[in-house]
């Protein structure tokens, strides 16, 4: 999984977190203070913050914070925020504030232990790649000259958000979501959230949800993907979302999220990694 990391200078190479992907998720080694051995986290931009397992908080004897709702797929529970925990991947400096939430159930979908998860926090004002084929996360000095697509990138109450067309209709905002081992999942009938509470609210998909399954065509900018296995909603998932974009679709390129400069872009494998 995780060997040493390049420090990254000016002009000089990225910062490399590698990762291993499996059963379509980012899996990282994660060294916490208090802790003897590694933790297994996942890359989760869908998450708005980064979350630390209640059972892993409390075999390391961390003091809980203040008890919050989080709002998960379809779902609301309880955790603890914030919870501050000093943590690195590959000597990276993983954000301070962890939400303490417990993970059972998705360690069960996962068929081993999740000790947490890095959020959407971890891409803040960073210019992030993940490369599929290499298994390499980079952090950049700056974004690459040229794309294959450049797509916009929205980012609100720390949630990333790009612009989907599914089946020849216009774009949508879904959210961008290495934490969704599928390719597409997709509200039919999305409408912009009505409300009047401006407040933060703490997002984490967590659940397991039956849905439909549809073969769609999916459109990135002017990338097209047709027989996309696509999870479809009658409702949705997050609140003015009209879903999620995940792996399935994202591992076939280098993807970098571009923060400072809000657009996320893709470039397709060479060959050779093919």
């Given at each position: 999984?995780?060997?040493?990391?390049?420090?990254?200078?000016?002009?000089?190479?990225?910062?490399?977190?590698?990762?291993?992907?499996?059963?379509?998720?980012?899996?990282?080694?994660?060294?916490?203070?208090?802790?003897?051995?590694?933790?297994?986290?996942?890359?989760?931009?869908?998450?708005?913050?980064?979350?630390?397992?209640?059972?892993?908080?409390?075999?390391?004897?961390?003091?809980?914070?203040?008890?919050?709702?989080?709002?998960?797929?379809?779902?609301?529970?309880a955790g603890h925020w914030p919870q501050?925990?000093?943590?690195?991947?590959?000597?990276?400096?993983?954000?301070?504030?962890?939400?303490?939430?417990?993970?059972?159930?998705?360690?069960?979908?996962?068929?081993?232990?999740?000790?947490?998860?890095?959020?959407?926090?971890?891409?803040?004002?960073?210019?992030?790649?993940?490369?599929?084929?290499?298994?390499?996360?980079?952090?950049?000095?700056?974004?690459?000259?040229?794309?294959?697509?450049?797509?916009?990138?929205?980012?609100?109450?720390?949630?990333?958000?790009?612009?989907?067309?599914?089946?020849?209709g216009k774009p949508q905002w879904m959210?961008?979501?290495?934490?969704?081992?599928?390719?597409?999942?997709?509200?039919?009938?999305?409408?912009?959230?009505?409300?009047?509470?401006?407040?933060?609210?703490?997002?984490?998909?967590?659940?397991?949800?039956?849905?439909?399954?549809?073969?769609?065509?999916?459109?990135?900018?002017?990338?097209?993907?047709?027989?996309?296995?696509?999870?479809?909603?009658?409702?949705?998932?997050?609140?003015?979302?009209?879903?999620?974009?995940?792996?399935?679709?994202?591992?076939?390129?280098?993807?970098?999220?571009?923060?400072?400069?809000?657009?996320?872009?893709?470039?397709?494998?060479?060959?050779?990694?093919?």
């Amino acid at each position: 999984m995780l060997c040493a990391v390049v420090v990254q200078m000016m002009g000089g190479p990225a910062t490399e977190i590698p990762f291993d992907y499996r059963d379509g998720l980012i899996w990282l080694k994660v060294r916490a203070e208090g802790a003897s051995e590694s933790l297994d986290f996942l890359l989760d931009s869908g998450a708005s913050v980064s979350v630390i397992d209640l059972g892993t908080a409390n075999r390391l004897g961390l003091k809980l914070g203040s008890r919050v709702a989080v709002r998960g797929v379809q779902t609301e529970t309880a955790g603890h925020w914030p919870q501050r925990l000093n943590a690195s991947a590959s000597s990276v400096a993983l954000p301070r504030d962890f939400l303490a939430l417990d993970l059972q159930k998705l360690s069960k979908a996962c068929a081993c232990r999740v000790d947490g998860l890095v959020g959407a926090d971890f891409f803040r004002d960073r210019v992030v790649q993940v490369d599929f084929a290499a298994r390499i996360i980079r952090l950049l000095a700056v974004a690459p000259a040229k794309a294959d697509e450049s797509l916009p990138l929205e980012i609100q109450r720390d949630v990333l958000r790009v612009p989907v067309a599914v089946n020849g209709g216009k774009p949508q905002w879904m959210r961008l979501d290495t934490g969704c081992a599928s390719a597409l999942q997709w509200v039919s009938s999305a409408r912009p959230a009505t409300t009047t509470a401006t407040r933060r609210r703490i997002s984490v998909g967590l659940a397991e949800v039956p849905v439909a399954m549809a073969s769609t065509t999916v459109t990135l900018g002017k990338l097209r993907f047709d027989e996309v296995p696509t999870g479809v909603h009658g409702k949705q998932i997050f609140a003015g979302e009209a879903g999620l974009l995940g792996n399935g679709l994202l591992s076939q390129f280098i993807v970098t999220v571009d923060a400072p400069n809000k657009r996320l872009l893709l470039v397709k494998f060479p060959a050779a990694s093919r």
